[in-house]
């Protein structure tokens, strides 16, 4: 690789895009250049394309970042060799979803906490039914925004807990965050193939200021009950993804191909299909359900979480 610079601008392996060569390395740091990443969109439509910028890149009507500290982007490749075009992932995180994960597994609410966390899940269904109906596309999209949150709230406060205390979490921080970011990847997926109208992208707005302060709370009050409600909410995620194959079986929702974010996060064969991914996706909703039933019953034993290792390792 050729590495010079020049003023600002670097230049190394090049390869052509349009009418100009740019740099695979170095695309963040050209400047006074147009320059956008390829396409990540697998369905063709070219107004959603010149929206996207894809991996994080300039679009195609923002200038490169100019930076004098040296930070440059560094080049990361598939196992092939080819160029790893995401930056918001990088290839050991993606990972192959376990889709023999036992689907139907349900806590049983007994006592009054478990039966309160059922219930909140249950009634909060009922608008989203509403609202949504059979839009399975547009729900998944929405309530990944809402799905995203808890890992990130229940992380953070055993971050500030571990400093309070000068203690150990257990791996739990980390199995938190690593959800809250498994959540977050489902939305940049769903983003890819629905699209949210003015109304519903200010729902989200309302939805999010609400819910963080809510579970924010919730969770410092009785982390068993936030763990047992995300566990609930996880068993209903199944359910909502469960029909979305069924419509996509029965041909009511097209079964587009896979958007190349989805084949590249979860290594799907190049052929995959949205089938594909509302698999691998509902999969990853029957670990998180798993891992936050678990997480309350920790508690349930009187326990704390840090006496348990935290069950890391699938994504
Ligand atoms: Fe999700
Ligand atoms: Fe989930």
Redesign the pocket.
Known sequence: MMMTRGGNRLVSSMFKVGPRYLSTATTWTLINENVRCKSTLALGDKEQEEKQAVGGGPTKNEKGINSYWGLEPTKVTKEGGAEWKWTCFRPWEAYKADLSIDLKKHHAPVTLLDKMAYWTVKTLRWPTDLLFQRRYGCR?MM??TV??VPGMVGGMLLHCKSLRRFEHSGGWIKALLEEAE??RM??MTFMEVAKPRWYERALVFAVQGVFFNAYFLGYIISPKFAHRMVGYLEEE?IHSYTEFIKELDNGSIENVRAPAIAIDYWRLSPDSTLRDVVMV?RA??AH?RDVNHFASDIHYQGRQLREAPAPLGYH
């Open positions: 998944a309530l990944e799905a995203a498994n959540e489902h939305l995620a996706v990853d909703e998180h």
